[in-house]
C-alpha cells in the first residue's frame, strides 16, 4: 500500500487525532447529557420535597380546621344553652308577672276595703277590744 513508513504514521496520527476528537466529542456530548440528567434529578428532588412540605401544610391546614369545627360545635352548644335558659328566664318572668298583676289586684281591692265605710266604722268600734288585748298580753 504506501512505501513511506513516515506517511503511513503520519496516516496513523491523523486517523488516531480523527477518532481522539470524535471521542472527545461523545466524551463532552455524554458529560452534557450527564449533567442535564443530573439538573433534572435535582429538580425532581426539589419538587418532592415542595410537595412533602404542600403536604405537610395541607395536614396542617386540616388539623387547624378540625380544631376551628370543634370549637364552632362547642360554641353553638355554649349557645343553645344560653338560649334555652334565656327561654326559661322568660317564662319564669311572664309568670312572676302574672303573680304581680293578681297581687296588685288583691291589693286595689284590699285598699278599697280598707277605705269603706263600713271598715271605718268597724274599726272604730273595735278599738277598745284591741286595746284590751294589748294590756292582757
Same mark, same amino acid.
Given at each position: ?6 506517511l503511513?504514521a503520519?496516516l496513523?496520527?491523523?486517523d488516531?487525532? &480523527? !477518532?481522539?476528537?470524535?471521542?472527545? &466529542?461523545?466524551?463532552?456530548?455524554? +458529560? =452534557?447529557?450527564?449533567?442535564? $440528567? ?18 405537610? +401544610?395541607?395536614?396542617?391546614n386540616?388539623?387547624k380546621?378540625?380544631?376551628i369545627? =370543634? ?5 353553638? &352548644? ?8 334565656? !327561654?326559661?328566664? +322568660?317564662?319564669?318572668?311572664? !309568670?312572676? =308577672? ?5 297581687h296588685?289586684a ?7 276595703v280598707? +277605705? ?14 284591741? &286595746? $284590751?288585748k294589748?294590756?292582757?298580753?
Amino acid at each position: 500500500m504506501n512505501d513511506n513508513p513516515s506517511l503511513s504514521a503520519s496516516l496513523a496520527t491523523s486517523d488516531s487525532q &480523527i !477518532e481522539l476528537n470524535k471521542l472527545l &466529542i461523545r466524551l463532552q456530548k455524554a +458529560e =452534557e447529557k450527564v449533567m442535564h $440528567l443530573e439538573l433534572a434529578l435535582m429538580q425532581s428532588r426539589d419538587f418532592a420535597i415542595g410537595s412533602a412540605a404542600q403536604a405537610g +401544610e395541607a395536614v396542617a391546614n386540616l388539623n387547624k380546621l378540625r380544631h376551628i369545627q =370543634e370549637m364552632l360545635d362547642d360554641a353553638n &352548644i355554649h349557645i343553645k344553652n344560653h338560649q334555652n335558659h334565656i !327561654e326559661r328566664l +322568660e317564662t319564669t318572668l311572664s !309568670e312572676i =308577672e302574672r303573680t304581680n298583676a293578681v297581687h296588685r289586684a288583691k291589693s286595689r281591692q284590699l285598699d278599697l276595703v280598707y +277605705e269603706s265605710a263600713s271598715w271605718k266604722i268597724g274599726r272604730f268600734f273595735m278599738l277598745p277590744v284591741r &286595746i $284590751l288585748k294589748r294590756i292582757v298580753r
